[in-house]
């Protein structure tokens, strides 16, 4: 590893991999509300849910994005809880669509760049807040 990619997970991760925020706030702040994903700190368990994410998978369309995650359930041979099956985690935002399968989350961006910064900033906190170590976003 050189010396300059550990100078940026110094940078952007604690020694266990978890995310590093730059914000110190967020830290202090005892509910926050990921609304573009519909999702929050106290009104979800995100550790629980989302810990065990390692691959963060972003593109166009909601359609686009569950096709995708069909895919990955199928590469992967991930199997769906009995009783459970693939779903929108964020439909109730009506912004963007997000899938988790298994330890991949795949996200619909919409278009241009102030759609992906909105999502890549709650995103980011998500990772943050569900403690994931080391995740790796495409």
């Not at 106290?42 to 963060?56: C, G, K, P, Q, T």
């Not at 999502?119 to 976003?137: G, N, S, T």
């Given at each position: 590893m050189s010396k300059e990619s550990t100078n940026l997970d110094n940078k952007y991760r604690h020694p266990d991999g978890t995310i590093k925020l730059r914000n110190p706030n967020i830290s202090h702040t005892i509910c926050d509300n990921l609304y573009h994903i519909s999702?929050?700190?106290?009104?979800?368990?995100?550790?629980?849910?989302?810990?065990?994410?390692?691959?963060?998978?972003?593109?166009?369309t909601p359609k686009r994005m569950e096709s995708f995650a069909r895919y990955i359930q199928e590469q992967?041979?991930?199997?769906?809880?009995?009783?459970?099956?693939?779903?929108?985690i964020s439909l109730l935002s009506y912004r963007y669509s997000m899938y988790k399968v298994g330890p991949v989350l795949c996200f619909s961006h919409g278009m241009g760049i102030p759609?992906?910064?909105?999502?890549?900033?709650?995103?980011?906190?998500?990772?943050?807040?569900?403690?994931?170590?080391?995740?790796?976003?495409?």
């Open positions: 999702l929050g700190s106290e009104s979800h368990d995100l550790v629980e849910l989302f810990a065990d994410v390692r691959f963060v998978v972003m593109g166009g992967i041979g991930y199997k769906i809880p009995t009783g459970t099956q693939l779903r929108d759609s992906v910064g909105i999502l890549l900033h709650e995103v980011i906190k998500l990772m943050y807040h569900a403690k994931c170590k080391e995740p790796i976003f495409f």
